[in-house]
């Protein structure tokens, strides 16, 4: 018996006891439907991680190009990641009101259109709106359609062999998105990283449009709309952001960064309180009762955390301390994406299924923290294939957390909860890497880069262990 058979009694009764008002689940669809729904959720999803890294290598060809300044060709990155992770929680809640389907193709939509407009874009202020609205539309594309593949695999192990796919095409394409940036800036022009966007976007839709809806949400006439949960949601997650990403670049004691801070504490109390006492909550608290579901949360922030620090930090590093050029920066990541995918194709699943959601998880944690350690072997002189064997094992060891803990939580919940506990994972996963961004950032800033990213690396190891120590010890399944 996995770890995923093994927590599911006792989470999905939790879950079912909150589910009080959505779906009404349809049949199981055939093999052939199946398939067609993983294709789109995974083409999707590939695009929402590309996007979320792919403009790092290009931000200075940016700047030159909209003559903005760099601190605000910065906000290129942090609007997406804001709007991002402000939105996910509330999009999870909204793919389970009106179905997985209808919201993953409203986020298709939204997110190619708005890349036409960043790749039109005539001034840095359109650029950073149209990137604001893109994020948006992304946090409705990633857990509806995470929440489709849940709904369209019910038997545990092709669940979990679909995940690991799933979770395959988001670390890809996270680890791609610099050789992806750095590439298309050289040879054409940092506008077509948007540009590529639009075909991809359309093969999406088309592969969505010949999917089942696999549950079907009920009417919403007269029902109750949250109103209070999502504005307080949105209120709290985008002060939590803005103050990390600020707070990385103008000091956490600023008037702005401190204020955005209460205001965010603010409205997560006012989220809890109304939650609470909903009749129909756009989150319902009982979710958080489950130890898959909050150890799942912590697990992904600490490893995004690691992934995006590490990303941010040798990028900078690479151009700026060692000389190299975006494109050689970029060529520098592609054995990242490389490792990622092949880990997750091939052996993700197969150790969950062997050894457990639990163990599987620590054993990735563990190994990101060796990894990151290792990092700090990294110098300046080195030659390109060094640096590419130092990257590796943070890759090859972080492959193995997101599979799994993706596969518990979602083995945790009843299908038609399975956007919002989507929703709530990766909005974790998200504010983890804005908090280490604005961090890391904030430390490098100082005038000793290597320091700095020393700082940095050693401060996510130790979060990484304490994070495996956790899952080993408190998360549901059998121990080792």
């Not at 604001?132 to 539309?137: C, E, F, I, R, Y």
């Not at 307080?232 to 004691?253: C, M, P």
């Not at 955390?305 to 900078?316: G, N, T």
Request: proline fraction near 4%; charged fraction near 10%; charge should be positive.
């Amino acid at each position: 018996m996995t770890a995923l058979t093994a927590t599911r009694p006792r989470a999905a009764g939790t879950a079912a006891t909150a589910s009080v008002d959505i779906a009404s689940v349809a049949t199981a669809p055939s093999a052939t439907a199946a398939r067609r729904v993983l294709a789109a959720s995974v083409f999707g999803f590939f695009l929402v991680g590309l996007d979320a890294m792919v403009v790092n290598v290009a931000l200075p060809a940016i700047n030159r190009s909209l003559a903005g300044g760099m601190a605000g060709a910065q906000w290129v990155i942090d609007g997406y990641t804001l709007a991002f992770a402000a939105l996910m929680l509330s999009a999870g809640a909204l793919s389970d009101r009106i179905g997985a389907k209808a919201a993953y193709g409203l986020g298709l939509i939204g997110f190619t259109l708005s890349s036409a407009a960043c790749g039109l874009a005539p001034s840095l202020g359109l650029l950073v709106t149209a990137r604001l609205v893109q994020g948006g539309a992304a946090s409705l594309m990633l857990p509806a359609s995470l929440a489709l593949v849940r709904q369209a695999f019910p038997d545990p192990a092709k669940r979990n062999r679909a995940i690991a796919l799933w979770t395959a095409a988001g670390s890809a394409a996270a680890a791609a998105g610099p050789v992806a940036g750095g590439l298309i800036t050289a040879a054409v022009d940092w506008r077509w990283i948007f540009f590529l966007n639009l075909p991809a976007g359309a093969a999406a839709l088309v592969l969505l449009a010949g999917t089942p809806k696999l549950v079907q949400a009920k009417s919403a006439v007269g029902a109750h709309f949250d109103v209070i949960g999502l504005v307080s949601s949105v209120v709290a997650l985008a002060g939590l952001t803005y103050g990390f990403i600020e707070g990385g670049s103008k000091g956490f004691g600023t008037t702005p960064v401190l204020a955005s801070f209460a205001a965010a504490g603010l409205a997560s109390v006012v989220f809890a309180l109304a939650e609470s006492r909903q009749a129909r909550p756009m989150v319902p608290l009982a979710l958080f009762k489950s130890r898959a579901m909050s150890l799942t949360a912590f697990a992904g922030f600490t490893v995004n955390a690691a992934f995006y620090s590490v990303i941010f930090l040798l990028s900078l590093y690479f151009q700026q301390v060692a000389h190299k050029s975006s494109t050689v920066t970029g060529l520098l990541f592609a054995p990242i994406t490389a490792v990622v995918t092949l880990v997750n194709v091939t052996v993700a699943a197969r150790m969950v299924a062997r050894i457990g959601a639990r163990l599987s998880m620590t054993v990735g944690l563990v190994g990101t923290a060796g990894a990151m350690l290792l990092l700090l072997a990294v110098r300046p002189d080195q030659p390109a294939w060094l640096l590419v064997l130092l990257l590796i094992p943070v890759s090859f060891a972080g492959a193995f957390v997101v599979p799994a803990l993706t596969i518990m939580v979602m083995g945790s919940v009843p299908a038609e909860q399975a956007g919002t506990a989507a929703g709530i994972v990766n909005t974790s996963r998200q504010v983890g890497g804005a908090l280490a961004v604005a961090v890391a950032g904030a430390l490098v800033a100082g005038g000793d880069f290597a320091h700095g990213m020393h700082v940095t690396l050693i401060g996510i190891a130790a979060l990484l262990a304490a994070a495996a120590v956790a899952v080993q010890l408190l998360a549901p399944g059998r121990k080792r």
